[in-house]
């Protein structure tokens, strides 16, 4: 059994930065699985943020692109999203989630994503 759990989220002011973690247990490594970052803002749809496949090649949603980074730790095993010039509207609660099968691809924007394992999330607020 995969268990994910984010960790990493808080308040930051407009401009600030943050670095959300993922931390599997039940794994030894991501041996190379498709996993992303999703978020869930209050009154709005999840949406995907950030995609990385089983050979590292990542994708973003088109608004976030230059501002967000995925990255991970195969060995440890710990996925990242880094975080740079956060505005308000980025305000969410943010998921990670392993695409076991890498079923899905890269992410669009509007995409829907019914990965097999979910974090519970971790609270990110932007404000002054």
């Known amino acids: 059994q995969v268990q994910l759990t984010e960790s990493g989220g808080g308040l930051v002011e407009p401009g600030g930065s943050l670095r959300l973690s993922c931390s599997a247990s039940?794994?030894?490594?991501?041996?190379?699985?498709?996993m992303g970052w999703f978020r869930q803002a209050p009154g709005s749809e999840r949406e995907p943020v950030a995609f990385?496949?089983?050979?590292?090649?990542?994708s973003y949603a088109r608004s976030l692109e230059g501002r967000f980074a995925i990255t991970r730790d195969d060995a440890k095993p710990i996925l990242y999203l880094f975080m740079h010039n956060l505005l308000p509207e980025d305000t969410a609660v943010y998921y990670c989630?392993?695409?076991?099968?890498?079923?899905?691809?890269?992410?669009?924007?509007?995409?829907?994503?019914?990965?097999?394992?979910w974090g519970q999330g971790t609270q990110v607020t932007v404000s002054s």
């Open positions: 039940g794994l030894t490594t991501f041996d190379r699985r498709c």
């Open positions: 990385i496949d089983e050979n590292d090649k990542t």
């Open positions: 989630a392993v695409d076991w099968e890498c079923n899905y691809g890269p992410i669009v924007d509007g995409g829907v994503y019914p990965y097999e394992y």
